[in-house]
């Protein structure tokens, strides 16, 4: 019987399995994959992997991004460059990404994730590309990679990081394009929306793993998810609580749970103040310091 890395939960059904919640999670992911599948098709009849690859050894050394995301003080923040979504339709005009992603840099983000798929989302390339030049902070390419070819557009166009969806990859797959990230030096947020996709990311190799709190069945965000699954997995991989978090007092509360980063994009996009909201979901998610300040009058 395999065992479970995942605190208080036995070994479950062999990832894959049917009946497992992957089987039928797949509704609107499918109809998102199958854009994304045609979409890189497309680009790679333009610009050839070999093409990919030789930019991608020009991309500069990528950021260590486990230990951007942990450490510190308390929780990091993922903030999000997120024109639209498909549960919210259009959020922002955003018409220069560089400069939100300057003002999250400037409230002490962590990292910066660009969605790049464009018919759902309304992201591209060139987003990334303008997020690349203007920070220093990581990059994560948001997008749902399903090949190869899609790690090598990201680290040619500057990503420091990629999601790899558990949903949409069969496990020796996802084993795969963890095993690729991480040798061409891009470090994958891989995302689990239960405790058996958690137990499957784990399994596959990621060192940093998302817990999603929005159903892509329903697309109901449902902040228990992240309560449930976030603490079980094991605390030498960096967890990062997605969705949901609309300001600081849910931020706290991805803290106590344990995140080690909240991913954070409506509430930054349309609330308008992106610099102080940032600012604010770190001062919400940092810990107590273990030796308080001398009282002011002594
Ligand atoms: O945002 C959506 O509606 C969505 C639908 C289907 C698949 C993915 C989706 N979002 C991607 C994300 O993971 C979020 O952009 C990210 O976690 C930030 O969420 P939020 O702060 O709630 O905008």
Not at 160 to 172: F, G, N, R, S, T
Not at 251 to 263: E, N
């Amino acid at each position: 019987m395999t065992r479970s890395r995942l605190a208080g939960r036995p070994a479950g059904p062999a990832p894959g399995h049917p009946g497992t919640r992957e089987e039928t999670v797949m509704n609107v992911l499918d109809g998102i994959v199958a854009w994304a599948r045609a979409g890189l098709e497309a680009r790679r009849r333009e610009v050839p992997e070999a093409v990919l690859r030789d930019r991608a050894s020009a991309a500069g050394t990528p950021v260590d991004c486990a230990a951007a995301l942990r450490g510190g003080d308390g929780t990091r923040v993922i903030a999000e460059v997120k024109r639209a979504s498909p549960s919210r339709g259009p959020l922002a005009e955003i018409a220069d990404p560089a400069a939100l992603a300057g003002e999250y840099e400037a409230g002490g983000t962590a990292a910066v994730s660009v969605l790049t798929e464009r018919h759902h989302f309304g992201g591209c390339l060139d987003d990334l590309d303008a997020v690349r030049a203007r920070v220093g902070v990581p990059v994560l390419r948001k997008d749902f990679v399903i090949d190869a070819y899609q790690l090598w557009e990201a680290r040619a166009h500057g990503a420091d990081m990629a999601l790899l969806i558990v949903a949409a990859l069969e496990q020796p797959h996802l084993a795969d394009l963890v095993a690729l990230a991480v040798d061409i030096g891009l470090t994958p947020l891989v995302e689990a929306h239960d405790e058996a996709e958690a137990e499957r990311a784990v399994a596959a190799g990621a060192t940093v793993v998302g817990v999603n709190a929005r159903d892509l069945r329903t697309l109901e965000v449902d902040t228990e998810t992240v309560a449930r699954v976030l603490p079980r997995i094991p605390r030498d991989v960096v967890r990062v609580a997605e969705s949901g978090v609309r300001g600081p007092e849910c931020a706290a509360r991805y803290a106590a749970l344990g995140a080690d980063a909240v991913l954070v994009g409506e509430a930054l996009v349309t609330g308008g103040r992106p610099r102080a909201a940032v600012a604010e979901l770190l001062a919400a998610g940092r810990r107590p310091s273990v030796t308080p300040p001398p009282p002011a009058w002594r």
